[in-house]
Nanobody
Framework: QVQLVESGGGLVQAGGSLRLACAAS????????MGWYRQAPGKQRELVAV???????NYAESVKGRFTISRDNAKNTVYLQMNSLKPEDTAVYYC?????????????WGQGTQVTVSS
């Protein structure tokens, strides 16, 4: 199993910045991708940014140029730097880890952290 603990959410004005952090523990040696998803009220959970162990990174079109995902492997932590925040970025942000075991993929989620952007 993999445990994920997020931090860094909060309330910010439009145009401001926030940095989310997600610390992973447990069976992290088998994790080959980590990243962030978000879910706004009444909407489906959507990908924000994911970084894989081969170094590739995917961003949602809506956050490209504003958000940056990074990893500190020594701390088993993934970060999401969010700049130029917009009210439409308001959502619960979930840390995500994909674990590979026995040829199968397993998704693990953090508890979520609220990000609210006021206009």
């Amino acid at each position: 199993q993999v445990q994920l603990v997020e931090s860094g959410g909060g309330l910010v004005q439009a145009g401001g910045s926030l940095r989310l952090a997600c610390a992973a523990s447990g069976s992290i040696v088998s994790v080959n991708a980590m990243g962030w998803y978000r879910q706004a009220p009444g909407k489906q959970r959507e990908l924000v940014a994911v970084n894989t162990s081969d170094g590739s990174t995917n961003y949602a079109e809506s956050v490209k140029g504003r958000f940056t995902i990074s990893r500190d492997n020594a701390k088993n932590t993934v970060y999401l730097q969010m700049n130029s925040l917009k009210p439409e970025d308001t959502a619960v942000y979930y840390c995500y880890a994909r674990r590979v075991w026995g040829g199968n993929y397993y998704a693990h989620w953090g508890q979520g952290t609220q990000v609210t952007v006021s206009s």
